[in-house]
Each structure stands twice: as C-alpha cells, then as structure tokens.
C-alpha cells in the first residue's frame, strides 16, 4: 500500500517571502500521479498542483511549483511571493495511475503567513 | 453547475443513533468518494464507487456503509453511531476513467460535513 508523509505538522512565513513544504511518499508502482491541495479555514479542498511521475519536468502554477525527486520519492511544494490568502492546511496526495482509484494523502501541513 | 454537495453541513447525535449522509454531484462523474478528516491524521478513505451500483471498503471502513443505486448520489450511514466517529466528512467524484491517463483525473470535493456524536 502507498503511504504519503508530510513531516512539517506546521509552517509559518514572511509575507512576500518563499516556503516549501515537504512531502515524501512509498510505492512500488513507478507511474502515478501527485497533487498538493489546499484547505483554507472554508474547509473546502482546492487543488493547487498535480505532477505526473512519468514526466521529468516539475509541475508549476504560477506562485505554485513542485520539486519532484522520483528515486528519492520527494515532492515538495515552493510557494514564491507568500500572500496572506496561502494560509491554510496544505495536503500531499498520491494516486495510482492505474487499477487503483483511490487518493491517498498525508497528514497535512498547517501553513501560517505573517504580516 | 453545484459540483459536489453534500448535506447535512452539521449534525450532533447522540450515542447509539443513526444517520445518513447525502452527496450529489451533477458532473456525471464515475467514480465517488467518502472521507473522514481528523486532526493530525488527514483525509482517510471509508468507502468508495467506480459506478452505480457497485461499492467498495477504503481504509477505514468500519461502522460505515454505502450505496450508490443512482450515479449522482453517493449515501453514507452510520448504523448505531459512536464518539470514534466524531469528525468531519468529506465527499468527492472524479471524473470517468479516459484513457491511460485518467488518473490525473482531479478529485472534486464538497464542502464537508461536521458530525458530532456525544
């Protein structure tokens, strides 16, 4: 079975400054697919970013990329130019690219931006 | 376009009692989710369906069930309900599998539902 870890319980920056929050994962399977949500305090899920593993280019979404390690099994999220609208729980996501429907995700990471 | 609702939004129960959970979509989606989140634990899987009419566990699927008899609606209930289930609930659906790269296919979710169970 897969497993997503987000060793970084919480996370706090500068405004207009840069963070990245980490996030590793186990498998077996060598092609799957990787997505960061974001939960603000609405409760409601966004999807920030999603990475294919096929691919070796890392995923961006404006203020949004990934550094995506596929032998260290790393996928970490770079949020550029904090803004105060990032705060929230940030959750990796791992899904098969086959066969398996399921998303698995991580514990979460609780990001604060500091005025 | 509504996306993905579900209803109740709250609801406090008492030991014992039982309940269902509603989520609708109108995407026409294949596949529909139920998650469960708590603190310090993420979002975990309860059940889960790849069509109408078909179900199957998740991660956590104890002291839950589900149907799917429509492909809009996905139900969860709680049978006899217990404080371990205090949480927040959390449908979603994603879209019909296309080809080899549908599992890039983004999971939508409602707004959840707060449940309490004292």
């Known amino acids: 079975a897969q497993t997503v870890t987000q060793s970084q319980p919480e996370m706090s920056v500068q405004e207009a400054e840069t963070v990245t929050l980490s996030c590793t994962y186990d498998t077996s399977e060598s092609d799957y697919y990787l997505f960061w949500y974001k939960q603000p305090p609405s409760r409601q899920m966004i999807l920030v970013i999603r990475q294919e593993a096929y691919k070796q280019q890392n995923a961006t979404e404006n203020r949004f990329s990934v550094n995506f390690q596929k032998a260290a099994k790393s996928f970490s999220l770079k949020i550029s130019d904090s803004q105060l609208g990032d705060a929230a729980m940030y959750f990796c996501a791992y899904r098969s690219r086959f066969g398996n429907e399921k998303l698995t995700f991580g514990t979460g990471t609780r990001l604060t931006i500091i005025p | 376009n509504a996306g993905v609702t579900q209803t109740p939004k709250f609801r406090v129960l008492k030991t014992g009692q039982s309940m269902t959970l509603l989520c609708a979509q109108d995407m026409n989606h294949e596949y529909m989710y139920w998650y469960r989140q708590d603190p310090g634990m993420g979002l975990r899987l309860i059940h889960y369906s790849v069509g109408e009419g078909t179900t199957a566990k998740g991660e956590v699927p104890d002291g839950y069930n589900v149907s799917r008899l429509k492909k809009q609606n996905f139900l969860l209930g709680l049978e006899s309900a217990a404080p371990s289930q205090t949480s927040v609930y959390f449908c979603?659906?994603?879209?019909?599998?296309?080809?080899?790269?549908?599992?890039?296919?983004?999971?939508?979710f409602g707004a959840g539902s707060r449940l309490t169970v004292l």
């Open positions: 979603a659906s994603s879209p019909p599998r296309q080809g080899i790269s549908s599992g890039a296919n983004v999971l939508t």
